[in-house]
């Protein structure tokens, strides 16, 4: 089971690091990834990381802002946000699978979503 944490109620330009752990540990060929979905809205694709390899994927409106990174001894991944804006402010879900992609279907196992609060 994946659990996200670190969601919270910040400030516009502020940051936030989002936790992702699972209880077992990550396979090195898994893809653990983030989603947020703001009310009304699709779940969208927000960044991923390939375990093993380390590889990241971002899209294009977090590019710069937000870092993907992983820890082995803690067997955790995380999501660095920075200069947050109110347009950030969604519920956050970490995914994972065996398959890297940027729609929702491509990951099976998911956590419980962290909510985000943005104020401007």
């Known amino acids: 089971q994946l659990q996200a944490s670190g969601g919270g109620l910040v400030q516009t330009g502020d940051s936030l690091r989002l936790s992702c752990t699972r209880s077992?540990?990550?396979?090195?060929?898994?893809?653990v990834a983030w989603f947020r979905q703001a009310p009304g809205k699709e779940r969208e694709f927000v960044a991923a990381i390939r375990w093993g390899s380390g590889i990241r994927y971002y899209e294009d409106s977090v590019r710069g802002r937000f870092t993907i990174s992983r820890s082995s001894a803690e067997n955790t991944v995380y999501l660095q946000m920075t200069n947050l804006k109110p347009d950030d402010a969604a519920v956050y879900y970490c995914a994972a699978g065996a398959h890297y992609g940027t729609t929702h279907n491509v990951y099976n196992n998911w956590g419980q979503g962290t909510l985000v609060t943005v104020s401007s």
């Open positions: 077992g540990r990550f396979f090195s060929s898994t893809v």
